[in-house]
């Protein structure tokens, strides 16, 4: 079965600094999909990246960077010179068919980053 | 504009009560969904769908019953409320179920 694990419950860092937010994911599809979202307070849900299992290339995106590790079944992210504004709820999340079933999407437990003034 | 939108935001009830939450989505997609979540956050799938047709049912309590009279609409009938039905409900849309979902703003229920 397939399971998204964010062992980081917690995170507070001081506005500048860089993060890491840590995603580990278990799955036996060879054809998956690794996605990161957003939850601010106002309590909205926003899609931030989506990634294939076939492309392991890393990305950045202005201040965003997600890396993707096959082989520790890794896709972690990380804020750049955070800002008051990163103050979030982070959610990985993975999509596989499970074994032949439909598609279905596991979230992670979520991440709450609190970035200090 | 509003891709994914739901009604009514906020939602407060006695127990016992039957209510119902509306979904719609403007971003053609062909597949939607309802998703709980808990007071810690947790983000569960309840049910998804196809065109029109249920495809993912999760361990829900059948008091729980979505309805798509068209490929945009989605809403979730709920019977008999309880306390544990306290929560926020997503509904989410994407094309097709590997794909993209896009989230709606979630409805807030308050059962008393």
């Known amino acids: 079965a397939q399971k998204v694990t964010q062992a980081q419950t917690e995170i507070s860092v001081v506005e500048k600094e860089d993060v890491t937010l840590d995603c580990v994911y278990e799955?036996?599809?060879?054809?998956?999909?690794l996605f990161w979202y957003k939850q601010p307070p106002s309590g909205e849900l926003v899609f931030l990246i989506r990634r294939n299992s076939f492309d392991e290339q890393n990305e950045i995106s202005g201040r965003y960077s997600w890396n993707f590790q096959k082989s520790t079944s890794s896709f972690n992210f990380t804020i750049t010179a955070s800002q008051v504004v990163d103050s979030a709820v982070y959610f990985c999340?993975?999509?596989?068919?499970?074994?032949?079933?439909?598609?279905?999407?596991?979230f992670g437990k979520g991440t709450l980053l609190t970035v200090n003034p | 504009d509003t891709a994914v939108s739901q009604t009514p935001k906020y939602l407060v009830t006695q127990m016992g009560n039957d209510k119902s939450i509306k979904c719609e989505q403007n971003?053609?997609?062909?597949?939607m969904y309802w998703y709980k979540q808990d007071s810690k956050k947790f983000l569960k799938i309840m049910f998804s769908?196809?065109?029109?047709?249920?495809?993912i049912n999760e361990t829900v309590p059948n008091r729980f019953s979505p309805k798509s009279p068209d490929k945009a609409h989605l809403n979730l009938h709920i019977n008999s409320l309880e306390l544990g039905d306290s929560a926020v409900y997503f509904c989410?849309?994407?094309?097709?179920?590997?794909?993209?979902?896009?989230f709606g703003p979630g409805t807030r229920l308050l059962v008393l």
């Open positions: 769908y196809n065109n029109k047709e249920l495809i």
């Open positions: 971003l053609g997609h062909d597949t």
């Open positions: 799955t036996r599809d060879t054809t998956y999909y």
């Open positions: 989410a849309s994407s094309q097709g179920l590997e794909e993209t979902q896009y």
């Open positions: 999340a993975l999509s596989d068919g499970s074994g032949g079933s439909n598609y279905k999407l596991t």
